[in-house]
């Protein structure tokens, strides 16, 4: 099943200066179903149905926090010259890096080599902390959606810590969809301008969603709707403005967005 977050297009256009409240509906074909109560929780119906055209799509949650797998394929992390991690390798991206599909991806003025990294997402439904060795884990899953990890790479190289590099502002497009199950034969792929750039299955990740989320677990709670990312295949590369980049999961959706340059 396919869940989202949305806008219908006319209140956006009579509140643009405003924030209005989300709506949460199922997609079914080219139509969203609205639905009311919690987006992973208890779901009604409204009887209220609209077509993609009528709404703009929203990240579908609103994480306190954004937590990001690095080096996640042996692939990428050969790629820059780096060793595959013993242990899980994470950083976290600032909720203010949000942004949705279709909106524009800024290259802030203090960089001048800003990447796209295509990967898979995690939304949490529950509260996760120090779950027992017996649990479930996909019970604590609300779905899976896209994600591009934008980084400053030159930054990333300079700075000991990666809080410019990878937590700028527009840095964590994700969406549009959340899909409540995942295909173990999924890959993910990231196209500029329609070159296909990377492609890498999720069978080759270093460390699956259950060791990740025990792992993060341990020390951190997870709250309903946190995000995490799940690491990049080989590939990445440099976007400029002008660009369009996206990101697609295969059985779940593609995640597009336009480049722009700062213009502060």
């Known amino acids: 099943?396919?869940?989202?977050?949305?806008?219908?297009?006319?209140?956006?256009?009579?509140?643009?200066?405003?924030?209005?409240?989300?709506?949460?509906?199922?997609?079914?074909?080219?139509?969203?179903?609205?639905?009311?109560?919690?987006?992973?929780?208890?779901?009604?119906?409204?009887?209220?149905?609209?077509?993609?055209?009528?709404?703009?799509?929203?990240?579908?949650?609103?994480p306190s926090k954004i937590v990001c797998v690095g080096r996640n394929f042996a692939a990428h992390a050969s790629e820059l010259g780096n060793e595959v991690p013993k242990e899980p390798l994470?950083?976290?991206?600032?909720?203010?890096?949000?942004?949705?599909?279709?909106?524009?991806?800024?290259?802030?003025?203090?960089?001048?080599?800003v990447d796209f990294e295509g990967e898979l997402a995690i939304v949490m439904g529950r509260r996760c902390r120090r779950p027992g060795n017996g649990e479930d884990i996909r019970a604590y899953i609300a779905g899976y959606t896209c994600l591009n990890d934008v980084t400053a790479r030159d930054l990333q190289k300079s700075d000991a810590q990666w809080w410019r590099a990878k937590g700028s502002d527009t840095f964590c497009p994700f969406g549009p969809v959340l899909e409540t199950d995942l295909d173990p034969s999924s890959t993910v792929e990231t196209f500029v301008n329609g070159i296909r750039k990377q492609s890498g299955s999720i069978s080759n990740w270093i460390f699956p969603p259950d060791v990740i989320i025990r792992w993060i677990a341990r020390v951190m709670t997870l709250e309903p709707g946190d995000v995490i990312a799940m690491g990049t295949p080989?590939?990445?590369?440099?976007?400029v403005a002008g660009d369009t980049v996206e990101v697609v999961v295969t059985g779940i959706a593609t995640l597009r967005n336009t480049v722009v340059a700062s213009h502060d």
């Open 1 to 62: 099943m396919k869940l989202c977050r949305f806008i219908p297009t006319e209140i956006r256009q009579q509140t643009r200066e405003t924030s209005p409240t989300a709506c949460a509906g199922i997609v079914e074909d080219d139509e969203v179903a609205e639905v009311s109560g919690d987006l992973w929780g208890n779901r009604e119906r409204t009887g209220r149905r609209f077509s993609s055209s009528q709404i703009e799509f929203l990240p579908p949650s609103t």
């Open 90 to 113: 994470i950083f976290l991206k600032p909720p203010s890096s949000v942004i949705a599909a279709e909106e524009p991806i800024v290259i802030p003025d203090v960089s001048k080599r």
């Open 234 to 239: 080989d590939g990445v590369g440099p976007l």
